[in-house]
């Protein structure tokens, strides 16, 4: 593994493994309640594919954590301000053109950062991302084809799409504002900087949109504070009282 | 057990074809959708199958109601999993339902108006993790006792199905038991919570298989047409003698004083469920019907849109397509 400061690469494998635990948690609230079966059952694969990785990610963070720390410990006892997820994976779900769009958005990000980590100087993290590679490439090519088919619908759905979009749009700039972590990251040769990936995302989405006959809102303003902890949104303290609450209401109970 | 009181339809049908169609049954010849059927056969069918359909789907709302909860992370992939392949059951039941001539939203309105049932099992909540165990356990513990025969149905579609559901189904069976080993191997809080799931779902899950109906006419000619494998007593007595020594292993109390051994039939004898109960929640009453039918019909309400901005656009691309030829 490439020489890099211990607490740095911590904080890049938390905002990998926040990212798709907060994500893959919101996904899995539609468990049940999708407009269609086919719908069901393709969120609770996603849904369940997002733990998955979790689990490799958070894994690893627990490893170099040490203290004979586990994945769950880092998932279940952490509060607040140590989520290092984006603030856009923990907005509450809103209706299911908005949760598909979010996902789009987010998939879009993964499909061109994980074939840059699967290249990491950094094995380990090459293997994950090798492995979660498969799946957001299957993830990205449904969330873009439901984005374009309820884009290019009826009157509503195009309403309800454009207005995912802009709700959803001062989140994404989030994405790519590189701090020193990344720096370190790019500079040890585990990660590239986010920012040195923009040009292709807004490429990949731009094409999307487009044929969803949707507008890009014109504004790069961007809400921060997610992958840095800084300042989380009100509604990630919620997620985590009913994601957490077993494990901080028994503590020490194996499950 | 997801059907639950399949009335059968009578036959109308010209006397000779019946006992021809009855020989083939007889000769375990399997029915195929383009075949001749009575019209009793057929209409008896889809009700099953619609039911142990809809069961599926509403089954997914009391597990689904521990996803977001579920105590660690592999716990939560197994859960969801298992709440998916509860959906993917729907779908290949509706799809064999179909072959019988009736539409899967033409099922679905009938589940959301209350016209057709689903099994009562899902009436009762999820209130502590380990009725997530109790669930797999004792739930698909007798979804299987009925499902397994069943992939002997002379309905070919119908048995494919349980075929691949039995698979599935097992899985979850074992996953559920696990849950409870580690409930009762665990706390003095974890213990009760098992003991706590055990003593709500024990009866509930004695009711899956339905009242008694060695006497029923139905019964009888579902059986003679092999839609229906045992009789509900059977399966019922089946699931006790399966279940008590597995509680026993986990150190758990089956909620009933009168259970004993009767070593002359060879199985335990236990006491009857509460079936004043049991029909208070086909009527509606019992503590979830309300919810469940809710949540169902605000899913199906609040994804009217999508699914028609998702026809829409199907629309669009085939009439560009045939304009492009």
């Known amino acids: 593994m490439a020489d890099v400061d211990k607490k740095m690469l911590t904080q890049f494998l938390l905002r990998m493994g926040d990212n798709t635990l907060i994500l893959g948690h919101r996904v899995s609230e539609w468990c049940g309640h999708a407009p269609v079966l086919e719908e069901d059952i393709a969120l609770a694969n996603t849904a369940l594919d997002l733990i998955g990785q979790t689990q490799f990610w958070l894994g690893y963070a627990a490893e170099i954590m040490g203290d004979s720390k586990t994945a769950d410990d880092v998932a279940f006892l952490r509060d607040v301000w140590d989520f290092r997820n984006l603030l856009l994976l923990e907005l509450p779900n809103g209706d299911f053109g908005q949760t598909l769009m979010r996902q789009f958005l987010f998939d879009s990000y993964q499909s061109i950062l994980l074939p840059r980590l699967m290249k990491s100087s950094d094995q380990h993290i090459a293997e994950i991302a090798e492995k979660s590679s498969k799946e957001v490439a299957y993830h990205v090519e449904r969330s873009a084809e439901t984005v374009v088919g309820l884009g290019d619908g009826t009157e509503e759905s195009h309403a309800r799409m454009q207005a995912a979009l802009d709700r959803l749009w001062p989140y994404v700039g989030e994405m790519f504002s590189s701090d020193e972590v990344d720096a370190a990251m790019a500079a040890a040769g585990i990660a590239p900087d986010p920012a040195t990936l923009r040009e292709e995302y807004d490429a990949l989405i731009g094409k999307v949109l487009a044929e969803a006959t949707l507008s890009i809102p014109d504004s790069d303003f961007t809400h921060k504070g997610g992958r840095n902890g800084a300042t989380h949104t009100e509604h990630l303290g919620h997620l985590l009282t009913q994601m957490q609450w077993l494990q901080r209401a028994y503590p020490g109970a194996t499950w | ?325």
């Not at chain 2, 290949?92 to 959301?112: I, K």
């Not at chain 2, 999820?126 to 069943?150: K, R």
């Not at chain 2, 092999?226 to 399966?235: A, V, W, Y």
Request: proline letters at 4%.
């Open chain 2, 1 to 325: 057990m997801y059907a639950q009181m399949i009335k059968s339809e009578a036959s109308t049908e010209d006397p000779k074809q019946l006992k021809e169609f009855q020989a083939k049954i007889d000769d375990n010849i399997k029915v195929e959708p383009r075949d001749w059927m009575p019209e009793g056969y057929r209409k008896t069918l889809i009700r099953q199958i619609g039911q142990h359909a809809h069961s599926e789907i509403v089954g997914q709302l009391p597990e689904g109601n521990w996803i977001t909860r579920a105590p660690t992370l592999e716990r939560k992939m197994i859960l969801l999993a298992k709440v998916q392949d509860e959906a993917g059951h729907g779908l290949y039941l509706y799809a064999a339902a179909e072959t019988l001539g009736v539409s899967r939203d033409d099922l679905t309105e009938q589940l959301l108006s209350g016209k057709m049932k689903y099994s009562s099992i899902f009436n009762y909540p999820t209130l502590n993790w380990a009725d997530i165990g109790a669930v797999g356990w004792l739930v698909d513990g007798a979804a299987i006792m009925n499902q397994v025969p069943l992939q002997r149905t002379s309905y070919g579609p119908y048995s494919r199905a349980m075929i691949r559901i039995c698979k599935e189904e097992s899985f979850h069976q074992r996953q559920g038991y696990d849950i409870m080993m580690k409930m009762a191997q665990g706390t003095e809080t974890q213990k009760k919570m098992a003991q706590d799931a055990l003593n709500r779902l024990w009866y509930p899950s004695l009711m899956m298989f339905g009242p008694s109906d060695a006497e029923s006419v139905h019964s009888t000619q579902n059986m003679a047409w092999k839609i229906k494998m045992n009789t509900n007593d059977e399966l019922r007595q089946k699931f006790v003698d399966q279940t008590v020594p597995q509680a026993q292993y986990l150190g758990l109390t089956i909620p009933d004083e009168n259970l004993t051994w009767n070593e002359e039939k060879g199985g335990y004898d236990y006491s009857d469920p509460d079936w004043s109960e049991f029909f208070d929640v086909l009527k509606g009453n019992g503590p979830c019907n309300v919810d469940r039918l809710e949540a169902r019909n605000k899913a199906w309400d609040d994804g009217a849109w999508v699914r028609d901005g998702l026809m829409a656009h199907a629309e669009k691309k085939r009439a560009a397509k045939t304009a492009a030829e």
